[in-house]
């Protein structure tokens, strides 16, 4: 749920944040006392005050959009100023300061009615972060103290700081954010806000007026941290900074109203889109929270409970959600009915929903073909809907944010990824097709993406269940049969004898695969390549070099294959591109499958319903060393699953094999000897040199290229080329007057072989096949600086990744390190005050037998005394 549907709040009694309406009038001349300051009638704040009289005087009217934006400029640095003194503010200037505060508020508001921000928006971004630069220089002290206000200075700073955050909630919605944006600059900020929120909401009760107690400050942060989070780049920041964990305890509060709980749950769904947030969110147990919260009864607004449901299916696997069909129904009901409604509404909200947040969800489940069908054929909404209608609003929505994209609004562009992925979901389904097909201007716009993606998004992050809309472009139109034909693809010119040579090569088996299998997927790829003798391998880290054509390959790979190998796992059966690879292999080519299976995976039907029929092995453990009883079957598996004609006379599983040249019969080789005459070599087998680097080929290696493309071995002779560089050097010479070519070694050919003439037609294959050959060693070496550039990307990628972990490891460890430091200090101080007790005790206790002491000699004193005094009245009576 968006978060700029309404921003209100109140600082303080009688003014509201709708500045327009705020009194300039100024009743009295101010005098501020400033320690230090002799000269009362030309302070400091009074020489600010005049530059606001006078800047007043300047902003009676908006003019040009160049003045405007100079206008703004003057408003921040005055409003820096203000901010600067107000320490110095008494009780009775709070008035003018708020009112001057009003003056710099009002340019805002009246600027931003003129459309200045949304038509430029990188003057948008300039003036969103000088606002947070304001926010950020003066509000960590403030919000750091406690939420109780005791000077005017305090509450001036306050009412400030809420204006700010209204102001940057405004903004933020047209910022394009970089990854770098939210930097430790504002780490500090966050952290405040941060704790901020959490002591107020501990001071909270169960009383009914538990909302009134919080002030309007709160309400604003929360406000503007729902708007940050709605940029899914900025959440790793928000995540470092702890909200993952702390927006947790702030939802178990189960005294908080819907009003109170509606941002809170919204900035939880945001984290929840992106795939840090999600783990983050999964590790502090947030299903069990949101489930715990709703079984307390405190929410009644049906808003929030929608975005609960959001949210659990966003951080819940399809088979977890369709464990309550009823339940499962409705939800889908209500989410296409919000996409529905807001399809149509003023820019795509309806209810306090962008239409994106619906559509976010239904990419994630469907991905399971039973939700997928319901959605599509049976959910129920006003008006009714129908397949028909509801590929309709998908096609139609995609069409209207294509046309946005300009614009590199990034929410924007998200909703258009959303609606990429959820259309090439539909294009898995036949039935669907015509559907699609038919949509002239829906089809013109993939086929740009496809093509132009580069320059139509800008670049930003994509959770994991989503994929980039380049490649859910070329998988739907791969899906509709739109795709380049495999069959267009070049291949080198063979002759008659080596093409049934070509077609006894070695079997070729695919890897098919999740990417987050990838360790697990390269201890079966090593598995394999010790076989590299009896098998061919295809995988895309190496054949896909580039993202360039990427679908084509991928289909060519499967279609060379005998045996495609799926590593099946969770990850894979949730993979768009892992599920059109088994489509198109199962269903148009029929090719042969070996399942291996991870653990015990939920197989989806769409998966179960095509490779039912085949063996399978299944490996438990998979971070461990392979088992060698399960690498045995599994290659056993392998060779018994390739057809019968690739099966050699040997036992393949054996540690030596017999030879498997690419060509099983020889050829032909004839060599000048120094007399002029020729001479005939068979060697045993020819080199297999099309995998190596044309700057390695040695002199066999030429041979080869001329056996192997059929040129006359005379031109081979004459050329008597030594390296694979010096092919190359000359095939740059050649360009394009390969004739000119021709007329100059014809007479050397005659020269040399007298009785030869140079056909023109074999010297014209001879240039053709070196511009093949130039052609083939500069994609090869493309394709060598592609794969180590991916390589170097993705070691970049895990280094981060592993940098991330580490510092939140290191966070963690911070925050026991301090908790067990605060520990030991209440422990040595309870220590100190039983020391200081014991003392006491032992000091009242020699106190005690002290008087004691006293006491017993006073008792045998009495005594004495008493027996001297019975003698004395003895005596006294007998006298």
């Known amino acids: 749920m968006t978060s700029n549907d309404s921003i209100t709040s109140e600082s303080e009694p009688g003014e509201t944040i709708v500045v327009s309406e705020i009194e300039y009038r100024l009743e009295k001349p101010i005098v501020v006392f400033i320690p230090g300051i002799e000269c009362q009638e030309v302070s400091i704040c009074q020489e600010l005050f005049d530059k606001f009289e006078h800047f007043k005087q300047e902003t009676t009217t908006l003019s040009t959009v160049e003045n405007n934006k100079e206008l703004l400029n003057q408003s921040i640095s005055l409003w820096n100023e203000l901010l600067q003194i107000a320490n110095y503010a008494s009780q009775e200037d709070t008035h003018y300061f708020d009112t001057y505060r009003g003056v710099v508020v009002k340019i805002f508001m009246d600027i931003n009615e003129t459309d200045l921000f949304n038509n430029d928006t990188d003057f948008s971004r300039e003036k969103f972060f000088d606002y947070l630069d304001l926010l950020n220089r003066h509000g960590i002290q403030q919000l750091s103290l406690s939420s109780s206000t005791n000077t005017s200075a305090d509450v001036i700073i306050e009412s400030n700081i809420h204006r700010l955050l209204y102001i940057l909630s405004t903004l933020c919605d047209l910022v394009v954010f970089v990854d770098i944006d939210m930097n430790s600059k504002y780490s500090s900020l966050l952290n405040v806000m941060r704790d901020y929120v959490g002591k107020q909401l501990q001071s909270t009760t169960l009383e009914s007026s538990t909302d009134e107690k919080l002030t309007p400050l709160y309400q604003c942060i929360l406000l503007f941290l729902w708007h940050l989070s709605d940029h899914t780049i900025v959440v790793p920041y928000l995540l470092h900074a702890g909200y993952g964990k702390n927006v947790i305890k702030w939802l178990k509060n189960v005294t908080l109203t819907d009003a109170v709980r509606q941002p809170i749950v919204n900035i939880v769904f945001n984290l929840a889109k992106h795939d840090d947030g999600a783990d983050e969110l999964n590790k502090y147990e947030v299903i069990k929270t949101i489930e715990q919260t709703e079984q307390s009864h405190c929410i009644r607004e049906q808003n929030i409970l929608l975005l609960n449901t959001m949210i659990l299916a966003l951080l819940s696997t399809p088979n977890q959600i369709k464990a309550d069909p009823t339940e499962t129904n409705a939800i889908l009901d209500q989410l296409l009915q919000i996409a529905i409604n807001s399809s149509t509404a003023k820019e795509y909200r309806c209810n306090g929903f962008h239409v994106s947040e619906p559509l976010v969800v239904l990419v994630k489940l469907f991905v399971d073909d039973t939700i997928f ?194 590593i099946v796992s969770s990850e894979y059966l949730t993979s768009k591109a892992c599920r059109q690879e088994v489509i198109y292999a199962k269903d148009r080519l029929n090719k042969r499958f070996l399942p291996v299976y991870l653990g015990r995976p939920e197989i989806s039907e769409w998966l179960d319903i095509r490779l039912a029929e085949y063996k399978y092995v299944r490996f438990q453990n998979t971070h461990l060393p392979l088992n060698e009883d399960k690498v045995e079957e599994f290659l056993s598996k392998v060779i018994e699953s390739i057809p019968s004609e690739y099966q050699p006379d040997t036992n393949l599983i054996g540690t030596h094999h017999r030879s498997s040249p690419i060509f099983d019969q020889a050829l032909t080789i004839e060599i000048i000897k120094a007399d002029g005459n020729l001479a005939t070599l068979k060697p045993t087998e020819t080199i297999d040199n099309r995998n190596k680097s044309v700057l390695t080929w040695t002199q066999d290696d030429i041979y080869d290229w001329f056996a192997r493309y059929d040129i006359c071995p005379y031109i081979r002779d ?62 090869s070496d493309r394709n060598l600086y592609s794969k180590n550039l991916i390589e170097s990307h993705d070691e970049i990628s895990e280094m981060k990744r592993k940098l991330k972990v580490m510092n939140h490891q290191i966070d963690q460890l911070k925050e026991e390190i301090h908790g067990q430091e605060q520990l030991m200090l209440n422990v040595e101080q309870l220590k100190r005050e039983a020391i200081k007790k014991e003392e006491a005790c032992a000091n009242q206790q020699l106190e005690f037998e002290r008087l004691n002491k006293q006491l017993s000699e006073a008792n045998d004193e009495r005594k004495k005394q008493m027996k001297q005094l019975q003698q004395a009245t003895k005596n006294l009576k007998t006298n």
């Open 373 to 566: 069908d319901y959605v599509m054929n049976h959910a129920k909404t006003t008006p009714p809907s129908n397949t028909t209608s509801t590929v309709n609003l998908f096609s139609n929505l995609l069409i209207s944010f294509y046309a946005t994209l300009p614009k590199k609004n990034h929410l924007e562009q998200f909703t258009f990824i959303a609606l990429s992925n959820i259309l090439w979901s539909i294009s898995f389904h036949e039935v669907y097709h015509e559907l699609l097909t038919q949509h002239a201007e829906l089809m013109n716009i993939v086929q740009n993406v496809a093509l132009y993606e580069s320059e139509l998004i800008i670049e930003q992050y994509v959770p994991r269940f989503m994929q980039n809309v380049k490649k859910a472009a070329d998988g739907i139109l791969f899906n509709l049969g739109l795709e380049i034909s495999v069959a267009s693809v070049a291949l080198p010119c063979l002759s008659i004898e080596q093409q049934q040579q070509h077609q006894q090569k070695k079997p070729l088996v695919m890897l098919s695969y999740s990417h987050a299998n990838s360790n697990f997927c390269d201890k079966i790829l090593e598995l394999l390549d010790q076989k590299a003798d009896l098998l061919d391998i295809w995988i895309d880290k190496r054949f896909c070099k580039s993202s360039d054509d990427v679908w084509e390959s991928i289909a060519k790979g499967i279609k060379d294959s005998e045996l495609i190998i799926c």
């Open 718 to 779: 004459m050329y008597q080329f030594k390296t694979g560089a010096q092919m190359i050097t000359y095939a740059e010479c050649l360009k394009d007057e390969w004739q000119k070519q021709y007329d100059k070694y014809a007479p050397r050919y005659a020269r040399r072989y007298p009785h030869k003439e140079l056909l023109e037609h074999e010297f014209a294959l001879f240039i053709s096949a070196l511009r093949h050959y130039i052609t083939e060693a500069v994609r």
